[in-house]
Structures are given as C-alpha cells and as structure tokens.
C-alpha cells in the first residue's frame, strides 16, 4: 500500500507532490475537461485564453487542440505561431518552452521528469525541456528531460531522443540518430 506520509523512510512510498500541487493539478484537469476537452477543434483562441488564466505565458495565434493533455499549464511558455497538436502530452513538473513557429505534431510526448533509478531515494529528477524556433517533434515521438531541440531540427515520427538535437537536422530512430541536415530557409540564398 502506498503511504501518503512525506516522512515516510521508503522513498518509494513518499509524496513526491505536495497536497496543494496535486489539489491545483486536479482543478486544472477538471477545468480543461469543463471547458476545452470537448470544444470544436477551430477555438484555439479559447483554448488559449483558458490556459492563460491557469498561468501559460503563450505567445499570440498558438493552435492548441483540445485533445491534448499539459499536465502544469503555468509552466508552459511558448511564443507566437505554435502548434500543440491533437494527443500531444506535455508532461512538464518543470518548464517547458516552446519557440516561435514550433509544432508538437498528433501524440508526440514531452517528458519533463524521471528517477534517479541508481539509488535507493529513487530521486524524482524534474527538467527543463525547450523546443527552439522551426522545430517540428513528429507524430509520435518522445523528448525526454532536459533535452533542447535547437531550431530548426525535425524528430521524426514515433523516435525518441534523450539528447540535444542539432539545428537544421533532421532525426529519427530509437534511439534517435542523425539521418541529414535541413535546408535552413532564414538564411538567404545566393
């Protein structure tokens, strides 16, 4: 049986959430479902504005559909022209940013957390995920914690990376690996 003691000698037993975290996560799931869960797939404005009331700091003309899941929308940035795709997760216990003309395609998965599986606290381990400019996370693939995908990468369809993605490249695989480079379009060319 699971102790809800924080005290608790097993770390496997112990909270890693507090009361009022779980309290303000259960409000926020109960409100996404209440007003967004079910909203045609068009009202991205809503769907915005709802976040933002939960703390999201968003950039403007993000389309986020309504069947995606953020599990902490008051750690989610993004700047303008991002795309959250149908079924995308966002697990993100810490911060997640997402840059400018990014797009989280259906049921790609953020990861922002996991354990320090080599010592006996099994330690929760919380990280930064930041999804740059121009990155595009594909149908199905996973970013793991503290991954940056630099601008411009591409993760393809149902891969997984748990390292840093290199600008204008293009990866897929599991583990991930690099397969070319991408035509960097903001640079001119002669």
């Not at 924080?6 to 909270?15: E, G, I, L």
């Not at 309504?66 to 750690?75: G, M, N, V, Y």
């Not at 911060?95 to 989280?104: A, E, M, Q, W, Y």
Request: glycine letters at 6%; hydrophobic letters at 40%.
């Amino acid at each position: 049986m699971i102790s809800h003691n924080k005290n608790d000698k097993d770390a496997y037993k112990r909270p890693i959430f507090s009361k009022w975290n779980k309290i303000k996560r259960l409000i926020w799931q109960i409100s996404w479902f209440v007003l967004c869960r079910y909203t045609p797939a068009p009202f991205h404005s809503w769907r915005s504005f709802v976040l933002k009331i939960f703390g999201a700091k968003l950039g403007k003309n993000n389309f986020i559909y309504p069947t995606c899941k953020i599990w902490a929308p008051w750690l989610l940035e993004t700047e303008e022209v991002v795309t959250i795709g149908p079924g995308v997760e966002i697990y993100n216990p810490e911060k997640v940013f997402l840059g400018h003309h990014s797009i989280l395609s259906q049921e790609s998965y953020l990861c922002g957390a996991t354990h320090d599986y080599n010592t006996i606290m099994f330690t929760y381990l919380k990280k930064e995920i930041i999804v740059e400019p121009y990155v595009w996370i594909c149908a199905k693939a996973v970013v793991l914690p503290g991954v940056i995908c630099h601008e411009g990468s591409v993760l393809g369809a149902f891969s997984i990376t748990s390292k840093n993605l290199e600008p204008w490249s293009v990866y897929a695989g599991n583990p991930c690996k690099l397969i070319k480079k991408r035509d960097n379009f903001l640079v001119e060319k002669k």
